[in-house]
């Protein structure tokens, strides 16, 4: 089975307004990545967020982490048409990530 | 300079035959990594090759192969084709070894009729 799981599986907005997407996992990790994915493309990496750290900011986005409960959250800000995409996030196990089913977000416009 | 690229982008195939997927990395990226995408999953991982030797291997059957070339690209081979191998195959590169960040290709959607 996966090593993250999404939630929610998917997500429906108007444009401007928050998006939040969050990831649980399962075990001990070093790090955890965000990636987004257009129309079943290749994956683009977002963010990076280590073990140590509690908040990340990326322009629009803000990724927290909670070692203790083993979870992350994704925020966009300001959400437009263009963040439609569907959102991964990842984490390392071994020489692999191990990737979540994801979020699917539909901003419309 | 290029990113990951993938060829071909999308192929049929039937159930039995073989196919090989190509894949090169960022210049100077020594690491490369193969995905498995079925539609409405996250990718999950089949092989990874750093400096030309496997360094992981996923929960694949020995149907699914690699190899990495001395210029960094790779294929990836998969003989008797199942209908359940239809796919979107991700290439992935990094400089390091290891998973770290990964730049994708776009991917080969493969379908298996």
């Known amino acids: 089975s996966q090593q993250g799981e999404e939630d929610p599986q998917a997500l429906s907005i108007q444009e401007g307004e928050n998006a939040t997407m969050n990831c649980s996992y399962k075990t001990s990790i070093n790090n955890l990545q965000w990636y987004r994915q257009n129309s079943g493309r290749g994956l683009v990496h977002l963010i990076l967020?280590?073990?140590?750290?509690r908040e990340k900011h990326s322009g629009r986005l803000r990724v927290t982490l909670d070692t203790s409960k083993k979870s992350s959250s994704l925020l966009i800000t300001a959400s437009r048409a263009a963040d439609t995409a569907s959102y991964f996030c990842?984490?390392?196990?071994?020489?692999?990530?191990?990737f979540g089913a994801g979020t699917i977000l539909r901003v419309k416009s | 300079d290029a990113g990951v690229t993938q060829s071909p982008t999308h192929l049929i195939k039937t159930r039995g035959q073989h196919v090989t997927l190509r894949c090169s990395p960022i210049s100077g990226h020594k690491s490369v990594s193969w995905y498995q995408q079925v539609l409405g999953q996250g990718p999950q991982f089949i092989f990874q090759y750093y400096e030309k030797e496997e360094r992981g291997r996923g929960n694949f059957p020995d149907r699914f192969s690699a190899r990495q070339f001395p210029n960094y690209s790779s294929e990836l081979n998969v003989n008797a084709l199942l209908l359940g191998d239809s796919a979107l195959y991700l290439c992935?590169?990094?400089?390091?070894?290891?998973?770290?960040?990964?730049?994708f290709g776009a991917g080969s959607r493969l379908t298996v009729l």
């Open positions: 967020i280590r073990s140590n750290e």
């Open positions: 990842a984490t390392e196990y071994g020489n692999k990530l191990v």
């Open positions: 992935a590169s990094t400089p390091l070894r290891g998973a770290n960040v990964l730049t």
